[in-house]
Nanobody, 126 residues
Framework: HVDLVESGGGLVQPGGSLRLSCAAS????????IGWFRQAPGKEREGVSC????????YYVDSVKGRFTISRDNAKNLVYLQMNSLKQTDTAVYYC???????????????????WGQGTQVTVSS
């Protein structure tokens, strides 16, 4: 079974935009903190952004601040990552993950996240 599924990746030119979606088949995402992570070839996985289960907090790694926005659509049981002004350095496989613990402030520590998707490829290239 697959609990989280990412979609929306693809090939985009530098400066372009993509919106990633994280969907759940058996989880109500509103109850979970959700994080977006990415892994580029030859590099370690890094946290990109997260949103707490109560929507009180969001967090962005410095390299994406002002360019990426995380949000929820509870009616559709989706979490989005809107990515604007994309750079070649944003090229990676992007994963969403769910943290079942209640936190007032979300964190981007991989070990906090219990459920992971299989990833979607984002390639930024001219």
């Amino acid at each position: 079974h697959v609990d989280l599924v990412e979609s929306g990746g693809g090939l985009v030119q530098p400066g372009g935009s993509l919106r990633l979606s994280c969907a759940a088949s058996r989880l109500v995402l509103d109850y979970y903190g959700i994080g977006w992570f990415r892994q580029a070839p030859g590099k370690e996985r890094e946290g990109v952004s997260c949103i707490s289960s109560n929507n009180i907090s969001t967090y962005y790694v410095d390299s994406v601040k002002g360019r990426f926005t995380i949000s929820r659509d509870n009616a559709k049981n989706l979490v989005y990552l809107q990515m604007n002004s994309l750079k070649q350095t944003d090229t990676a496989v992007y994963y969403c993950a769910a943290d079942r613990r209640y936190r007032t402030a979300c964190r981007l520590e991989s070990y906090d996240y219990d459920v992971w998707g299989q990833g979607t490829q984002v390639t930024v290239s001219s």
